[in-house]
């Protein structure tokens, strides 16, 4: 009878001893549990101040940038402004310097129009690019577009096919002119800020639609390119200097042509040394 009490004495404690670990174990597993969640928990949040973090530093980028972009246009307030009356650059108060020209180079981008950009960058001259759609059809010719773009350069207008708008019935002028700014806003996001009629010929129509499409029209002082005699570097150079049509505001009309491009340092070289600043077409008032 004693043996049995004790028998069972012994396995109760044994039992209860069992249980109480059983419960230790479990209050060990819950305590690890929770650790877990919390840890996760805290991960979670780590994470989302992360992205909150990363959120509030772009949009802080985004803000920089945009004072960035206003402050530059600032330091780019407009200075000057095309003459309609002789196609000039005049100045818009008489504080600032008039003693400028005005690159322009024109039928772009055909087989130069990157490279001449690249002397216009080498020698920090700034000019505007006047584009026909016809040369902006391959993947390489817009490649060449975004490019000269990306340099500074500012991209006008100068119809789709080079055509003579006189001949042209009001729909396939404006054909002519609407496809080239779609395609340029299409390559570098950004429409063309000038036109420039072929041969300088503009009809009261083309006048009132680059007006409506915001461009300002824009025709030249000089250019010499495009006649034969003027067909070769020295030539060039000398005629685009020595020209009685040379002062102060001169629009120069140049041409994407290899002799164009041979003559570009010389030419740009001379303008400076005989005082010439030459200007940065950003400066010039548009719409
Ligand atoms: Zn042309």
């Known amino acids: 009878m004693r043996n049995n009490m004790w028998l069972f004495i012994s396995v109760l404690i044994i039992m209860i001893t069992l249980m109480a670990c059983a419960s230790e174990t479990n209050k060990e597993k819950m305590v690890e549990e929770e650790q877990q969640i919390q840890k996760e928990k805290t991960s979670n949040k780590d994470t989302q101040t992360k992205s909150e973090k990363v959120k509030k530093k772009e ?70 690019f006047f584009v026909n759609g016809h040369l902006l059809e391959t993947d390489e010719q817009k490649q060449i577009l975004k490019q000269i773009y990306d340099m500074g350069f500012i991209i006008g207008n100068h119809t789709y096919s080079h055509a003579y708008l ?19 806003e299409e390559i570098i996001g950004e429409k063309p800020l000038f036109f420039r009629a072929p041969h300088g010929a503009n009809t009261d129509f083309s006048k009132k639609l680059a007006d409506e499409e915001e461009m300002v029209l824009m025709n030249w002082s000089y250019g010499y390119d495009f006649q034969a005699e003027y067909m070769e570097k020295e030539a060039l150079v000398e005629i ?33 040394e005989k005082g010439y600043t030459i200007v940065d077409p950003n400066l010039i008032q548009v719409y």
């Open 166 to 184: 006189p001949d042209l019935n009001e729909n396939k002028q404006a054909k002519e002119i609407e496809q080239v700014n779609e395609m340029v």
């Open 59 to 128: 949009s802080a980028n985004k803000v920089n940038e945009k004072k960035a972009k206003e402050n530059d246009k600032k330091l780019k307030a407009p200075q000057y402004v095309v003459d309609k009356k002789t196609w000039s650059i005049r100045p818009l108060n008489e504080d600032i310097d008039e003693n400028i020209v005005l690159l322009t180079i024109d039928d772009a981008p055909d087989q130069h129009a990157l490279e001449m950009a690249e002397i216009l960058k080498e020698n920090n001259a700034g000019a505007i």
């Open 240 to 272: 685009m200097l020595q020209t009685e049509l040379l002062g102060n505001g001169a629009n120069l009309l140049m041409h994407d042509r290899k002799w164009t491009k041979d003559a570009l340092e010389e030419i740009i070289i001379g303008l400076r």
